[in-house]
């Protein structure tokens, strides 16, 4: 079947809108109508090398069109949302840690199915796809099943999409790995989506002091609205003097969203005894350093992926969270109709928007 889709067709250049051809789904995969998907900084990260041509997306909501004959956890007509694939049979997947797969990178940054085949063509010629399990910067998507998340069909389709990954990842990280303690402290680097939703999660959490720390002060401005209790503009002054004026113990938690090596050190540093810091971002920095003795009093650095969340549970109860009105990330969100992709990636590069989210 063809479908339009927002097509990378050198490295570095802007999103084409072109025709491509998908296959039928495979025994173990889904063909999902795509409603709406978020772009996330991943995406933007990607375009900058990934193979071409190239379909990235991974935020992707919709409805199940028909599914492979293996399929059991949706059928036709199902609303899901779409997260990353895992392999469902090393020991990390089987004990509930599918974000940590043996298998994860081969099977959501590879471009193509485990068999080296690709569901997308254009031209002719394969197209690296299949990124997170979906690539849905497109119209219709041939996901793996355990991509996919059935979610109540009276939720909002078009937002459910961000949750599958920069919501999720937020969240996850303070939820499901850092899990802080009611009256403890924590410090978000980068107030972007995936911050922000560090930031209502600690705040769910019970966390006394919230600290936000960006270089836009309008970002910082509306994290104060998620729960922040204070931000920190770290394109003026010592930033490090002003986090611990503000917990001169040192703080129980941080979070890094940047992927900077210069801020990962700074979120290390601010740190008290025993204290953790969660790696999120990825960034422009490919190595990270601090000080030795930096860490030697109990500090730790966990790396994060996707939240560690088992997305067929976690999705939903977030989703859930926003519907009570507890995960408030609609505010944040921009929509852009889908042939608009190109000025919707300048928005969320400029800083202008803090979710721009696709739709059809």
């Not at 986090?243 to 740190?271: M, Q, S």
């Not at 994060?304 to 549970?313: D, K």
């Not at 109709?337 to 919707?344: H, T």
């Amino acid at each position: 079947m063809r479908a339009t889709a927002a097509l990378l067709k050198q490295s570095g250049e802007p999103f084409s809108l072109t025709e491509v051809d998908l296959e039928e789904p495979r025994p173990d995969e889904v063909l999902v109508r795509v409603a709406a998907v978020g772009i996330c900084g991943t995406d933007l990260e990607f375009a900058t090398f990934f193979p071409t041509p190239a379909l990235l997306g991974h935020e992707g909501s919709g409805v199940v069109e028909r599914v492979g004959s293996h399929v059991t956890s949706v059928k036709p007509g199902d609303h899901v949302a779409m997260s990353f694939t895992s392999c469902g049979t090393c020991a990390l997947c089987r004990t509930g840690s599918p974000a940590y797969c043996r298998d994860f990178d081969a099977l959501n940054f590879s471009g193509h199915r485990p068999d080296g085949s690709s569901a997308v063509s254009y031209e002719g010629r394969p197209v690296n796809a299949h990124f997170l399990g979906q690539s849905s910067f497109a119209s219709h998507v041939v996901a793996n099943e355990r991509a996919v998340v059935r979610i109540d069909p009276a939720l909002d389709l078009l937002r459910a999409g961000p949750f599958g990954c920069g919501f999720q990842t937020g969240a996850g990280g303070v939820l499901n790995v850092l899990q802080p303690r009611p009256g403890s402290s924590l410090a978000v680097f980068g107030a972007g989506a995936v911050g922000v939703a560090a930031v209502i999660a600690a705040a769910l959490s019970g966390c006394r002091t919230i600290v936000a720390v960006d270089v836009n002060p309008a970002k910082l401005e509306a994290a104060r609205g998620y729960g922040a209790t204070h931000t920190v503009d770290s394109s003026t002054g010592d930033t490090a003097d002003r986090l611990a004026a503000l917990v001169p113990d040192g703080f129980d938690f941080v979070i890094d969203t940047t992927g900077r090596e210069d801020v990962l050190r700074t979120a290390v540093e601010a740190l008290g005894p025993l204290g953790r810091a969660g790696v999120i971002g990825i960034g422009p920095s490919e190595s990270m350093s601090f000080e030795w003795r930096s860490i030697l009093n109990g500090r730790s650095v966990t790396g994060i992926i996707a939240g560690a969340s088992l997305p067929q549970l976690f999705l939903p109860r977030l989703l859930e969270l926003n519907a009570e009105g507890r995960f408030p990330v609609e505010k944040m969100i921009t929509y852009f109709p889908f042939e608009q992709i190109n000025e919707a990636v300048a928005a969320v590069r400029s800083g202008a928007v803090g979710k721009a989210v696709l739709t059809f």
